[in-house]
C-alpha cells in the first residue's frame, strides 16, 4: 500500500506543469520584495496597468503633487518614474516610526529631503525589475537603470526626454492600515518599437538651445513699411474719389522707415526696384529714435536758477 502512495505521489508531482511568470506577477514580486527590503515598508500591489504612449502620453494628467524622477541609462536621459504623495508619506512614517501612521497624510508640498528618502524604495524597485522580469515581456526593459534628475514640472521632464514610443507601467499598492492607495508609474522605451540611439544627458541641453533658437529666429515677423506719413484733413478723406491723388509733401526715397508692430523703428531705407518690383533697400546702422521726457521731468526745486544737466532717452 506505501509503495502504490509513493507512486501516486510521485505521478502528480511529474505531471504538475510548471506555471511561468507573467509580467504582473513579477511586477508584483519586485515591488514588494523591494519595499521591504529598502524600507521596511510592507504592501500589498492591488494593480498593475500596463500602456504604451507617445512622449506627450508619458506627462499627461500627472496629478501637482507628484514627484517626478528621471531614470537614465549609460549617461542618457531615458525614462521618468513618478511616485504619488501617498507613497512618499508612508515611507517617511516607516523610515521614521517604524510603522505607517493611521492618521490622513499630511497635505504639504513635497521637498527634496523628501526625494531623497524616498529614492531607495525606487531604485530598489528598478533593480528588483531587471532581475525578476526575464523571461517576460519586460525582459531586459529596466535593466542597467539609474535614478537621476528631479523633474521641477511636466515640461522639464518633455525638455529631457526624446519623442518615441514609451511603456509605463503604474503600480497600486496598499499599505495594509489605511485607505490610501499609493502609486507609482515607470515610463520607459518600448522595447518591442525600435529605440533611437540615445543622446548623452549633456547634449539635450545643447540640442534645447538650439532648436529653441531655430524656433525662434524662424518665427514670423510682422514689419511695416512706411513711406511717409502727413496730416490729412477729415473732409479731404471723406471726399477721396476713385482716381485721386494725395500729393507727398517732403516725401524723399531716402526716408523709407521699416516698423515693428507699436511704431517701434526697426531700421531706414530706400525705394527701388527689384526684378520690376518695388523694393526696399535696407540702410545701415539705425539712428537713435528720440522720445519725449516725461512731464515735468526736469522741473528744478526751489531755488535753482538754470538746468544744468539734461538727458534725451534714445
Known amino acids: 500500500m506505501t509503495g502504490v502512495l509513493h507512486r501516486m505521489v510521485r505521478r502528480q508531482q511529474t505531471d504538475a506543469p510548471d506555471v511561468p511568470l507573467t509580467a504582473t506577477r513579477a511586477v508584483k514580486l519586485a515591488v514588494t520584495r523591494a519595499?521591504?527590503?529598502?524600507?521596511?515598508?510592507?504592501?500589498?500591489?492591488?494593480?498593475?496597468?500596463?500602456?504604451?504612449?507617445?512622449?506627450?502620453?508619458?506627462?499627461?494628467?500627472?496629478?501637482?503633487?507628484?514627484?517626478?524622477?528621471?531614470?537614465?541609462?549609460?549617461?542618457?536621459c531615458i525614462g521618468m518614474m513618478v511616485c504619488d504623495a501617498s507613497l512618499i508619506a508612508a515611507t517617511l512614517e516607516t523610515i521614521t516610526t517604524g510603522g505607517v501612521s493611521a492618521q490622513p497624510a499630511p497635505t504639504r508640498a513635497i521637498?527634496?529631503?523628501?526625494?531623497?528618502?524616498?529614492?531607495?524604495?525606487?531604485?530598489?524597485?528598478?533593480?528588483?525589475?531587471?532581475?525578476t522580469t526575464p523571461g517576460t515581456v519586460l525582459d531586459g526593459w529596466a535593466v542597467g537603470c539609474r535614478l537621476s534628475v528631479r523633474f521641477c514640472d511636466t515640461r522639464a521632464a518633455c525638455f529631457a526626454l526624446r519623442e518615441q514610443s514609451y511603456r509605463i507601467i503604474a503600480i497600486t499598492v496598499s499599505d495594509q492600515k489605511?485607505?490610501?492607495?499609493?502609486?507609482?508609474?515607470?515610463?520607459?522605451?518600448?522595447?518591442?518599437?525600435?529605440?533611437?540611439?540615445?543622446?548623452?544627458?549633456?547634449?539635450?541641453?545643447?540640442?534645447?538651445?538650439?532648436?529653441?533658437?531655430?524656433?525662434?529666429?524662424?518665427?514670423?515677423?510682422?514689419?511695416?513699411?512706411?513711406?511717409?506719413?502727413?496730416?490729412?484733413?477729415?473732409?479731404?478723406?471723406?471726399?477721396?474719389?476713385?482716381?485721386?491723388c494725395l500729393p507727398l509733401t517732403g516725401f524723399a526715397v531716402?526716408?523709407?522707415?521699416?516698423?515693428?508692430?507699436?511704431?517701434?523703428?526697426?531700421?531706414?531705407?530706400?525705394?527701388?526696384?527689384?526684378?520690376?518690383?518695388?523694393?526696399?533697400?535696407?540702410?545701415?546702422?539705425?539712428?537713435?529714435?528720440?522720445?519725449?521726457?516725461?512731464?515735468?521731468?526736469?522741473?528744478?526745486?526751489k531755488g535753482s536758477t538754470a538746468i544744468r544737466d539734461a538727458t534725451l532717452i534714445a
Open 178 to 244: 489605511t485607505d490610501r492607495a499609493p502609486c507609482v508609474s515607470i515610463a520607459l522605451p518600448d522595447t518591442a518599437c525600435p529605440v533611437p540611439d540615445r543622446v548623452p544627458q549633456s547634449q539635450v541641453a545643447a540640442d534645447w538651445a538650439d532648436r529653441l533658437a531655430a524656433s525662434v529666429m524662424g518665427a514670423p515677423a510682422r514689419l511695416d513699411v512706411v513711406v511717409h506719413r502727413m496730416p490729412v484733413p477729415l473732409r479731404r478723406l471723406t471726399s477721396l474719389a476713385v482716381g485721386d
Open 254 to 301: 531716402g526716408s523709407v522707415r521699416v516698423e515693428a508692430p507699436g511704431g517701434q523703428l526697426v531700421a531706414t531705407g530706400r525705394l527701388g526696384h527689384v526684378s520690376g518690383r518695388i523694393a526696399v533697400r535696407i540702410a545701415g546702422d539705425t539712428p537713435p529714435q528720440l522720445v519725449d521726457l516725461p512731464h515735468n521731468a526736469l522741473a528744478q526745486p
Open 35 to 76: 519595499a521591504q527590503s529598502s524600507v521596511g515598508l510592507v504592501v500589498d500591489v492591488t494593480g498593475v496597468a500596463d500602456r504604451t504612449c507617445d512622449l506627450d502620453g508619458v506627462t499627461a494628467d500627472l496629478a501637482p503633487d507628484t514627484l517626478m524622477l528621471g531614470i537614465e541609462r549609460d549617461g542618457a
Open 111 to 131: 521637498t527634496e529631503t523628501d526625494a531623497d528618502l524616498v529614492r531607495p524604495l525606487l531604485q530598489a524597485l528598478l533593480d528588483d525589475l531587471a532581475a
